[in-house]
């Protein structure tokens, strides 16, 4: 069974930092894109940063360049979201979204499992 569980989201004042853990069972997340993709209230969803397959490409959205990091942990079969100088704009419901090869960066309508979704809270 293919799962994707986001944790690490909290509340965290502006300029503190979070980290964001997508573990992934039921293949490789080496062998996937991984995405992180966030949801503000009456907002459309927006991607964040991805991170592809093989060849791992790498892609952050304007807004988050310079102060979001993605990266993976092979052994652990997870994908992380460092997120530092966080702002009262980051607050949104992250989710993390997988699809066996892929392409990073690429549409949202491209992946095929998604996680439940975390809440970030940046409090000014």
């Known amino acids: 069974e293919v799962q994707l569980v986001e944790s690490g989201g909290g509340l965290v004042q502006v300029g503190g930092s979070l980290r964001l853990s997508c573990a992934v069972s039921?293949?490789?997340?080496?062998?996937?894109?991984i995405g992180w993709f966030r949801q503000a209230p009456g907002k459309d969803r927006e991607g964040v940063s991805c991170?592809?397959?093989?060849?791992?490409?790498?892609y952050y959205t304007d807004s988050v360049k310079g102060r979001f990091t993605i990266s993976s942990d092979n052994a652990k079969n997870t994908v992380y979201l460092q997120m530092n100088s966080l702002k009262p704009e980051d607050t949104a419901v992250y989710y993390c979204?997988?699809?066996?090869?892929?392409?990073?960066?690429?549409?949202?309508?491209?992946?095929?499992?998604w996680g439940q979704g975390t809440q970030v809270t940046v409090s000014s």
């Open positions: 991170l592809g397959s093989r060849l791992r490409s790498i």
């Open positions: 039921g293949f490789a997340a080496n062998d996937a894109t």
């Open positions: 979204a997988a699809v066996v090869r892929g392409s990073c960066p690429g549409g949202g309508t491209q992946y095929d499992f």
